[in-house]
């Protein structure tokens, strides 16, 4: 069992950069692929991206392909993820998520078992 905190969120103008990290709790931590998604106000929750356990294998919605960037590190049990070239549309709240197993529905948020908080990513015009 892994228990996911967010943090990095803020308040960003348009073409600015953000990195938001996920440290998870748990000895398991590296036996879990890791998910960003994100909600935006009146918005259902979307898959941003995820990564397998090891970090060898990635995947990006195309809304953010090219400009946000997933890692891991293992040994620090956890989990970035690096946002460049912001954009207004980006503004939403982020949710970092553990599952066992990176499957091909990893965009689906029901393929997730835990959950953090959110941390709140505002981009300005």
């Known amino acids: 069992q892994v228990q996911p905190v967010e943090s990095g969120g803020g308040l960003v103008q348009a073409g600015g950069s953000l990195r938001l990290s996920c440290a998870a709790s748990?000895?398991?931590?590296?036996?879990?692929?890791m998910g960003w998604f994100r909600q935006a106000p009146g918005k259902e929750r979307e898959f941003v991206a995820a990564i397998s356990w090891s970090g060898g294998t990635t995947y990006y919605a195309d809304s953010v392909k090219g400009r946000f960037a997933i890692s891991r590190d293992n040994a620090k049990n956890t989990v970035y993820l690096q946002m460049n070239s912001l954009k207004p549309e980006d503004t939403a709240v982020y949710y970092c998520?553990?599952?066992?197993?990176?499957?091909?529905?990893?965009?689906?948020?029901?393929?997730?078992?835990?959950w953090g908080q959110g941390t709140q990513v505002t981009v300005s015009s």
């Open positions: 998520a553990a599952a066992m197993g990176l499957s091909r529905s990893y965009y689906r948020s029901e393929e997730y078992d835990y």
């Open positions: 748990g000895r398991t931590f590296s036996s879990y692929a």
